[in-house]
């Protein structure tokens, strides 16, 4: 068990997703042996437009949007998370890093009776920071 605490910016970001993803994310947070920050809940469908414009998303159809199929209550289905070490947000942290915390999520889901993806996970398109809930296990 850490000793992590969420920082106010973490805090805000996780306020904008679903109570079940952010249960799982204050108990991973306990269970990670690397800290991390919450960079991303919800977002609104015109950024999710420009990220994929840009090459940074490959879908409008994320589990980060406020309107979609499966959204409940207009809050967000999916996080992005960044480490935190060396007294610093590390952006370019190897996957291992980012797979200490995923493992730390998907732990927590577990516990709590709830599915989640890894964007570290998926094949065509990794996406590292990612964690999206599916629902109840
Ligand atoms: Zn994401």
Redo the contacts with the bound molecule.
Sequence with gaps: MSNFKFSKRSLDNLATCHDDLQRVAHLALKYSSTDFTIT?GVRAVERQKEMVRIGA?KTMN???LDSKDGVIDGKGM???FYCYYDGKVQVNAPISKFAEVANAFKKAAKELGLMIEW?GDWKSFI?A????LLGKA
């Design positions: 991303e998303s994320s589990y980060h999916a996080l992005d964007g996406d920071p990612h964690v999206q």
